[in-house]
Every structure is written in structure tokens, then in C-alpha cells.
């Protein structure tokens, strides 16, 4: 899946790319080879998005809330109308619970299964059609005008500042990682909100850039690159920083760990046969790959 911010007077779209095969990367950019097909566009900003694991659903967070896209039937309802905007989001493993993360700071949990307000019902083969969709707001909306834009208090974690990153983790649907724009990082559990954080992440120095959050394959290291150029990993369950290493003026705004004994010709399975540890960091000066011992 893939989102476009959108500019000017024209909103963010969201692509489906086909990754099967080998890739002609620069065939893709110029969509020649019909690997990336638009899924739908709308009338404002999409900041970020995410897909269940069953790829029916698409959540966007966009410069005024999150919307809930249903690939399968075109079905398109609000999730939670905010002022603020949606810079990250992220499905829970099961798919019942989105995180939602806001520029004010704001983290707000979202149960999907709950009845949602529907945006439009022309969109009935979002696959296909090439209409933007009117995300209207709630004052034009005569079912949400008594719905507050606020989620309940007990239900809303808070950071220092705008939540870049979310992450949460497969092995206990409970447990996700949030990062701040100044450079906090904090486990949180969902059973205990009102508790705040119940481990940190100390290192990292940022102000105004992305902080990405990933997590090895068997969730039990956090990998994290900021403004200071340093790639920093640390252990989950301890807070303990286990490495840290500087690239200088490479601001890694992309990490993955490999898929372990997964990867595109067996090219990442060579990495994780030789090392203890491996993953993929994006900057603007290229793509690197870093490993342990």
C-alpha cells in the first residue's frame, strides 16, 4: 500500500503496488507496467494509513481525523473526528483496535467494530473508480453533529509532543510502542492507560523530524534513528541500549528488519545466516544495511 500527502488544492490518494515477481523500479514510477493502481482519492490531506492483516481495510489518518476505507465493498465512515492531525496510526494484530497517533501529543485508541458514520455510499468499487471522495466534515454531517471530537479521557494517552511512530506488537495485542517528535519512546500497555508509560527508551535527540520505530521479528529489540544521525537499538523489555552507532549526515527516515529466513531471492536469509542481527535503514543519501556481530 501506498499514500500521496496530496498538495495544493488536490487531497492524498491511496495506491494497492504489486510486489509479486521481480520489480522494474523505474517501469513502477512512471506506472507502466500497471503495478501500482490507485484505490481511491479524497478531498484532504493523508498523512499516513495503515492495512488489517487480512488486507480488507485501509485506516487513513488525514489533517482532520481518521477514516476507515473497506476495500472489499468501497465503504468509507469516520473512526474519530479530531483538530489535530493524524501523523501515524497502526492495527493491533487482530485488526479490532486502531492506535492513532496526533500531532497534539495525543495517542487515541479506536475499536473498529464499533458503528461508524458513513462518508459517502458512491463509492461502490473504490478499485476502479477514479472520483474523489468528499470527506465530509461534522458539521455537514446531521448523525455526527452531537458526537464530540474528543475521545474520553480515560481512553487517551499522552506524549510530550506530535506522535510520529506506533508499533504494535503481535505477540501481545496489549502492548505498542509509541515516539514523540522530541525524541521520547515509551511501551504502553492498554489495560493500564491511566497508569501513563510502563517502560522508556532514553538516547535519541530530536526536535522536528520523523523518529521511525521497528521491531526484529521476535520482538524482543527496538531499533530506532533520529536527528542526531545515530541508529540506536535497544532491548523491549529491559530499556536497556544494547548498540548505537552514528552515520554522519544520514538521517535514517526508513528502518526494517528483515523477515527472518524471508526475503526478496533469499537476499535477506544471507544477511541473517551471518550475523546475529540485521536490518535495512533509509536515508537521503542511499540505502545501508547495518549488522551485529
Not at 26 to 38: F, I
Not at 132 to 143: E, G, K, Q
Request: aromatic share 6%.
Amino acid at each position: 500500500m501506498v499514500t500521496t500527502l496530496g498538495s495544493g488544492e488536490s487531497g492524498g490518494s491511496v495506491y494497492i503496488m504489486d510486489t509479486s515477481g521481480a520489480i522494474d523500479f523505474p517501469a513502477v514510477s512512471l506506472n507502466a507496467d500497471g503495478r501500482l493502481e490507485r484505490v481511491a482519492s479524497f478531498d484532504r490531506t493523508v498523512w499516513t494509513a495503515d492495512c488489517n492483516s487480512d488486507g480488507t481495510q485501509v485506516v487513513l489518518g488525514t489533517n482532520n481525523g481518521a477514516a476507515l476505507l473497506n476495500l472489499e465493498t468501497g465503504a468509507l465512515s469516520w473512526l474519530h473526528r479530531c483538530k489535530s492531525d493524524i501523523l501515524s496510526l497502526q492495527f493491533v494484530h487482530s485488526g479490532n483496535v486502531v492506535l492513532c497517533g496526533l500531532r497534539n501529543g495525543s495517542i487515541v485508541p479506536i475499536d473498529v467494530r464499533q458503528r461508524q458514520n458513513s462518508l459517502s455510499s458512491s463509492l461502490t468499487s473504490p478499485i476502479t473508480t477514479g472520483t474523489t471522495v468528499p470527506m465530509l466534515s461534522a458539521r455537514h454531517n446531521a448523525r455526527g453533529r452531537n458526537q464530540s471530537d474528543k475521545a474520553k479521557p480515560s481512553r487517551v494517552i499522552r506524549m510530550s509532543s506530535a506522535v510520529c511512530s506506533l508499533v504494535a506488537l503481535s505477540s501481545d495485542e496489549h502492548y505498542f510502542l509509541g515516539s514523540s517528535m522530541d525524541g521520547l519512546i515509551k511501551l504502553f500497555d492498554l489495560r493500564l492507560i491511566q497508569k501513563g508509560a510502563i517502560q522508556s527508551y532514553a538516547g535519541h535527540v530530536n526536535s522536528h523530524t520523523h523518529l521511525p520505530l521497528v521491531v526484529d521479528p521476535s520482538e524482543t529489540l527496538l531499533m530506532s534513528g533520529g536527528e542526531d544521525c545515530t541508529v540506536r537499538i535497544w532491548s523491549i523489555k529491559t530499556g536497556e541500549q544494547i548498540f548505537a552507532h552514528s552515520v554522519p549526515d544520514s538521517l535514517f527516515t526508513a528502518l526494517c528488519w528483515p523477515e527472518s529466513g524471508h526475503g526478496l531471492n533469499g537476499f535477506s536469509s544471507l544477511f541473517d545466516l551471518n550475523h546475529s542481527w540485521g536490518a535495512w535503514m533509509g536515508s537521503r543519501n542511499g540505502l545501508f544495511y547495518m549488522h551485529g556481530t
